[in-house]
């Protein structure tokens, strides 16, 4: 049964229910030991986290800085924080040096928590450009801090601040005096199209977000929920908190590049996900298949026809399926699919929430097809996550992104676009009343930017309003609609979809870069490096024929005449891609002008 206290208290809370029960399975920074700690003893270093941030003379709503990968230490600091009824605002591991300083200004960042050696070297070089900032606190202890730097120190040394927990009494006062109204959290959108805003979060809206999930989804006490997004993402935030309001004991994964290890390690039955990591399974288990003998493709394709039309044709649409075909289905799923999913380490899967981006509907099908319950969803930072949501065990429709959530009134403006309103939606932006004035209508509805529609009760996007392209042949283009098609391909990793204000669209393409290396050689082509081999006209002809078998559903004005693939993979050093790794499309056109200008040569 859910505990959803205010979350000033709530570890506190589920310390007493639970005790000695296992709460956080982790490994130390650049560890490979799984360790786990009890939610008393996670109890126990909140506390002392409070009484040491009070001791540093942290005051009510004052904001805290969080620059981190996901960590124990992590979930410690922000609810020490929320306890004592301070502000956390997390910032992205990734994050440039000049967006730290901007919201270290912005939000006159007294005290700056750091994850590891990269983190802490660029809070030290911008401290000199930050007036308001005086700690920097640093969570790996491996992390070499200079005798010269006085303003550094190790959270181990700022736990003893809290030692004994001197300021208890003051603590647990401020604990009763909190309110719903009061900010938890301001989280700096990274923006595809402009500079960060900060989101202001109460924790009402929090405790709206926990309500209204609990009816949809059934995290309970006996999962094991992997956090593989960083908290810095609203989609992770109110997804791992929600988990632990439920009692769930939660898997911390520190580095994403290693999660499908820390699957096969720690077999989680939740997790979630961003459409990205759910394409990457897809392309990898196809890969292994193509690989195959004749035999066990034939075996593999025939049952996942059969996980179709069990899964997707029956059950999504609310309707039993015959016995013949669910008594062939238990019989594959058994031998066939279970197989799959041990090689994931998800043997135990429960469910799997994914949002963040559109879906592809044949990535959709797949993860259902082999017994993995994807509950797709739609939200945004300014919503506290989840808008709708497929409701667990309830039909759905494959290309839906679910039924809204208890709470959410939701609108279609004549335009086109989702309108929103309810207790989960943010108040506004952090000093930014001008932006907050444009983010809301007249009658108080917050404008999305994105376009969909209500069919049956179930909403479904079409496209990014901003994102929106018109061809100078007056033809309106959805990018990110293309590019979700195209991304299934195993070739590729990245692309982006060119087309604004030109004649026909085209794409620029990051191809993954090992498979081309093994096609090349496989087929006699010779190069001497990653430049000459995306230029080779024969790759560039192999990778446009599969991109037209799957484009042949769009119309034509829709489809990639022509594409480059570039030798380099995006980089957010130079702000092509936002710390959530969406593209800014504007700094691509800027930096590929030539490249994109000769695709467009007669």
Not at 585 to 591: D, G, I, P, S, T
Request: net charge negative.
């Amino acid at each position: 049964m859910q505990t959803n206290s205010h979350m000033s208290v709530l570890i506190h809370d589920q310390a007493k229910k639970y005790g000695d029960r296992e709460m956080l399975i982790y490994q130390d920074f650049g560890g490979s030991e799984w360790k786990s700690l009890s939610w008393q003893e996670v109890s126990n270093t909140v506390k002392q986290v409070s009484n040491a941030l009070l001791n540093l003379g942290v005051k009510v709503q004052e904001n805290i800085g969080i620059f981190s990968q996901n960590s124990v230490q992590y979930i410690e600091c922000d609810f020490g924080a929320w306890g004592i009824r301070a502000v956390t605002i997390p910032f992205y591991a990734t994050s440039s040096e000049q967006q730290i300083q901007f919201m270290v200004n912005d939000a006159k960042v007294r005290f700056l928590f750091v994850g590891e050696q990269e983190q802490y070297d660029k809070a030290r070089r911008i401290f000199s450009l930050c007036p308001t900032l005086e700690r920097i606190i640093v969570f790996d202890p491996h992390v070499v801090i200079p005798d010269n730097d006085a303003t550094a120190i190790s959270f181990s040394d700022f736990l003893k601040l809290g030692e004994n927990l001197p300021r208890q009494t003051e603590v647990e006062k401020l604990q009763k005096e909190a309110t719903f109204d009061d900010i938890a959290n301001i989280l700096y959108t990274s923006g595809t199209t402009g500079d960060s805003k900060g989101v202001i979060l109460t924790h009402g809206q929090f405790h709206a977000a926990f309500i209204a999930n609990d009816k949809c989804v059934p995290v309970g006490e006996k999962d094991r929920v992997m956090n593989f997004l960083p908290y810095t993402h609203i989609f992770e935030r109110g997804w791992a908190i929600l988990s632990l309001t439920e009692g769930a004991t939660m898997i911390v994964n520190t580095y994403p590049i290693q999660v499908q290890q820390s699957m096969r390690e720690t077999h989680p039955t939740c997790m979630s996900a961003v459409p990205r990591f759910w394409e990457k399974v897809y392309m990898g288990v196809m890969e292994k298949i193509e690989s195959s003998s004749a035999v066990q493709r034939k075996l593999f394709m025939h049952a996942l026809n059969v996980g179709r039309k069990h899964n997707i044709e029956y059950l999504s649409r609310g309707k039993k399926p015959p016995v013949a075909l669910h008594l062939e289905y238990e019989m594959l799923n058994r031998t066939v699919f279970s197989l799959v999913r041990k090689e994931l380490g998800l043997e135990n899967a429960h469910f799997f929430p994914t949002a963040g981006a559109a879906v592809s509907a044949h990535v959709e099908e797949f993860v259902h097809s082999i017994g993995i319950n994807m509950v797709v969803g739609y939200g945004l930072t300014e919503s506290l996550a989840t808008v709708s949501c497929n409701h667990f065990g309830d039909p759905f429709t494959v290309g839906s992104v679910g039924i809204p959530i208890e709470g959410i009134d939701i609108k279609i403006s004549e335009e086109g676009e989702i309108l929103l309103k309810g207790p989960t939606i943010t108040i506004g932006y952090y000093n930014r009343d001008d932006l907050t004035k444009q983010a809301f209508t007249e009658d108080g509805y917050f404008r999305t930017g994105d376009a969909g529609y209500l069919k049956d009760g179930e909403l479904f996007l079409t496209e990014r309003i901003k994102d929106l392209f018109k061809t100078s042949n007056g033809k309106y283009i959805a990018p990110q609609m293309i590019e979700s098609k195209l991304l299934v391909d195993k070739y590729i990793d990245q692309i982006c979809i060119i087309a604004d204000q030109r004649k026909f669209v085209s794409a620029l393409i990051i191809p993954v870069y090992s498979l081309l290396e093994e096609y090349a050689r496989a087929h006699g082509i010779a190069f001497v490096d990653r430049s000459e081999l995306c230029a080779d006209k024969r790759i560039v002809s192999m990778i446009m024929e599969r991109i037209d078998t799957l484009q042949q559903q769009l119309a034509h004005y829709e489809q990639v005449k022509r594409i480059t693939l570039l030798p380099e993979p995006l980089s957010m050093a130079k702000g092509e891609l936002t710390n959530t790794l969406k593209i800014r499309r504007r700094v691509l056109n800027e930096n590929y002008k030539a490249l994109i200008d000769k695709m467009y040569e007669d």
